[in-house]
Structure formats: C-alpha cells, structure tokens
C-alpha cells in the first residue's frame, strides 16, 4: 500500500508515518508534504497512492484548497484539531478523521477501516466526491475561532499595539498580569489569565498553572520531577519555578508534540 503524506508540523508527520510503518511494514510513505503549493505540484507529477492522510490546516492555506486545483483520486483520512460537531460532515461522505493528537489505536482503526473499503470495493472504487464534502462541510460552522493576533497594552499615557508572536508568555504578580516579550520585556496587561486563556490559540498557548500561560516556544527543557510533576525551563528565563501539575503532565506532554 502507498501512502502519502500532508502534514506541516515535522514531528507530527514523523509520528504519522512511524505508525503507519507499524501497522504494516509493507507500506510505503512516497512522501511527506507540509504546503497546499507543494502538494498540488505534486500531484501533477506523481501516480496519485492508495491512501491520503492529509491535516486540514496547512502553512499556506487548508489542505481542502488541493481539491480545488488537482482532482484527488484516492481516499482521505484527514487530521484535524477541529471538535466533533464540525466533523459530521465527513461521515456523510465516508471519509474518516482523526481528531488530534493522534494516537495508535485510533489511526490502526482507520486503517483497518480503510481495509475493509478495499475489499469490499476493490480497486475500481470510485474516487470520493470531495466538491460535495465541501458545499456540506462549509455552512457548518466555522472552523476555528476568532482567536486574537494583536494586543493593545497600556505603557504610562500610551497605547502600544503589540503582536501574539512576539510575547513569549503571560504570568500573575500580585494580582497583576503581565507579558514577557522575546526581548525580556515585562509589560502589564489589562486581562486575566483566564480571559486570556480564550483569546490565545491552544496551539501555540498553554495554561500551565494559575500563573503562567506559556508560547510553546518558550519552553526550553522539560524535567520530570518529584510526584509526577514536570519542571520547565523557559526562554526568556524567569525567577519564578514553573511547575506543570501531575494531573496535567501527560495533556502538556502531548500539546508539545509527544
């Protein structure tokens, strides 16, 4: 069986085909794709394979903008950060989903799913109808929320805009919040931690304890400490220890990509 690939995040994709290898070490991964560009020329090159696993959110774009430019003559399984309700669409047109972080057991199910298509339909199956998929899937819902990119921080008599990736995480100080920007800037903040636990993407933001909301790139090591804890290390550094909760350990452990 072949396999393809579209993934944008690295590790990501390197768990994706390690999984799949293990389920069947006769399957081939041809390649690994992280833009809509790169897989659209691709699929102008290439004999289309047996199977596409295909994440939705890509760097330049969704991955349902291939469809649009390459018709796609192989089942999908997409991957996919998005809930339940937005993906019931995709069981009216037998395309299966794995809701991330993925694990083991889920994406064998798929597989085995996938299977039983095969023999039950064999090669001649037709290709799926994904221009229908879309006209179902779109009026939904949408499919991310609105979350902020700017902020507008108050220094003294100014209002200074300031982008989300350029802060590297949030944190209390005597019942006052404050942002640490990659240049070690501590600017206080005119929200809660809470408040801005819905403001910020969970992709990128994590609540790490009722002190800090951490950018994942500000976690600079990990250490397993006493009773299950973990201690982190981040970048800028911090005077304060930051501890993430046995309760919570294995959640951070798989946002970081485990």
Same mark, same amino acid.
């Given at each position: 069986? @072949?396999?393809? $690939?579209?993934?944008?995040?690295?590790?990501?994709?390197?768990?994706?085909?390690?999984?799949?290898?293990?389920?069947?070490?006769?399957? =081939?991964?041809?390649?690994?794709?992280?833009?809509?560009?790169?897989?659209?020329?691709?699929?102008?090159?290439?004999?289309?394979?047996?199977?596409?696993?295909?994440? $939705?959110?890509?760097?330049?774009?969704?991955?349902?903008?291939?469809?649009?430019?390459?018709?796609?003559?192989?089942?999908?399984?997409?991957?996919?950060?998005?809930?339940?309700?937005?993906?019931?669409?995709?069981?009216?047109?037998?395309?299966?989903?794995?809701?991330?972080?993925?694990?083991?057991?889920?994406? &064998?199910?798929?597989?085995?799913?996938?299977?039983?298509?095969?023999?039950?339909?064999?090669?001649?199956?037709?290709?799926?109808?994904?221009?229908?998929?879309?006209?179902?899937?779109?009026?939904?819902?949408?499919?991310?929320?609105?979350? &902020?990119?700017?902020? /507008? /921080?108050?220094? *003294?008599?100014?209002?200074?805009?300031?982008?989300? $990736?350029?802060?590297?995480?949030?944190? =209390?100080?005597?019942?006052?919040?404050?942002?640490? =920007?990659?240049? @070690?800037?501590?600017?206080?903040?005119?929200?809660?931690?809470?408040?801005?636990?819905?403001?910020?993407?969970?992709?990128?933001?994590?609540?790490? @304890?009722?002190?800090?909301?951490?950018?994942?790139?500000?976690?600079?090591?990990?250490?397993?400490?006493?009773? *299950?804890? /973990?201690?982190?290390?981040? =970048?800028?550094?911090?005077?304060?220890?930051?501890?993430?909760?046995?309760?919570?350990?294995?959640?951070?452990?798989?946002? /970081?990509?485990?």
């Amino acid at each position: 069986m @072949n396999v393809l $690939i579209i993934e944008d995040e690295p590790l990501a994709a390197r768990q994706l085909q390690t999984m799949v290898q293990d389920y069947d070490s006769d399957v =081939t991964v041809l390649d690994i794709l992280d833009s809509v560009e790169m897989s659209v020329n691709w699929f102008a090159k290439n004999p289309h394979p047996d199977l596409l696993l295909a994440d $939705i959110e890509l760097t330049d774009g969704q991955s349902f903008d291939i469809f649009g430019h390459v018709a796609v003559r192989c089942p999908v399984i997409f991957t996919t950060t998005y809930d339940e309700y937005a993906l019931k669409a995709f069981r009216v047109h037998s395309v299966d989903y794995l809701l991330k972080p993925i694990d083991e057991a889920t994406l &064998r199910r798929s597989l085995e799913k996938f299977r039983d298509m095969q023999r039950l339909y064999g090669a001649a199956r037709p290709a799926l109808d994904l221009g229908e998929l879309l006209k179902t899937l779109r009026p939904v819902a949408p499919l991310q929320p609105d979350y &902020r990119d700017r902020f /507008l /921080l108050k220094q *003294g008599a100014r209002l200074v805009p300031m982008e989300v $990736i350029d802060m590297a995480y949030f944190f =209390t100080r005597d019942r006052l919040t404050f942002v640490q =920007t990659w240049d @070690n800037r501590a600017l206080m903040m005119d929200y809660t931690l809470d408040e801005l636990g819905q403001k910020l993407s969970p992709q990128r933001f994590f609540r790490a @304890n009722r002190q800090f909301i951490l950018n994942v790139k500000a976690v600079s090591h990990v250490h397993l400490h006493f009773n *299950g804890r /973990l201690k982190l290390d981040l =970048t800028p550094p911090t005077d304060e220890d930051v501890f993430i909760s046995r309760d919570r350990a294995a959640e951070f452990r798989a946002w /970081l990509g485990e």
